[in-house]
């Protein structure tokens, strides 16, 4: 059973800083290039970053551009979601997700097979 699960997902201060993390399970997460998305509430789904089964290649939406890092560790079967400089326009329900892509990655959720349940995070003082 393939299952992806987000966590890290909290209320935090406007310039505060989240680390989210995307764990698989039943799958071995190197064969997948893993995206992580987000949906604020009356708005579509936004593309936020993603990164390649290798690590090799990444891509940001602009508005994350120097403030999020997408990592991974094949080894613990775990990518990462590193957000700086927090700011409202930031709160949204935050969901990865898998599919098996060689060399590259992207943000076009459509693509994607694998999702996880979600994490809410909220920017707010």
């Known amino acids: 059973h393939l299952q992806l699960v987000e966590s890290g997902g909290v209320l935090e201060q406007p310039g505060g800083s989240l680390r989210l993390s995307c764990e698989a399970s039943g799958f071995t997460l190197d064969l997948y290039a893993i995206g992580w998305f987000r949906q604020a509430p009356g708005k579509e789904r936004e593309g936020v970053s993603c990164i390649s089964r290798s690590g090799g290649f990444i891509d940001y939406a602009d508005s994350v551009a120097g403030r999020f890092t997408i990592s991974r560790d094949n080894a613990k079967n775990t990518v990462y979601l590193q957000m700086n400089s927090l700011e409202p326009e930031d709160t949204a329900v935050y969901y990865c997700?898998?599919?098996?892509?060689?060399?590259?990655?992207?943000?076009?959720?459509?693509?994607?097979?694998?999702w996880g349940q979600g994490t809410q995070v909220t920017v707010s003082s």
């Open positions: 997700a898998a599919v098996e892509l060689f060399g590259k990655c992207v943000l076009s959720g459509d693509v994607y097979d694998y």
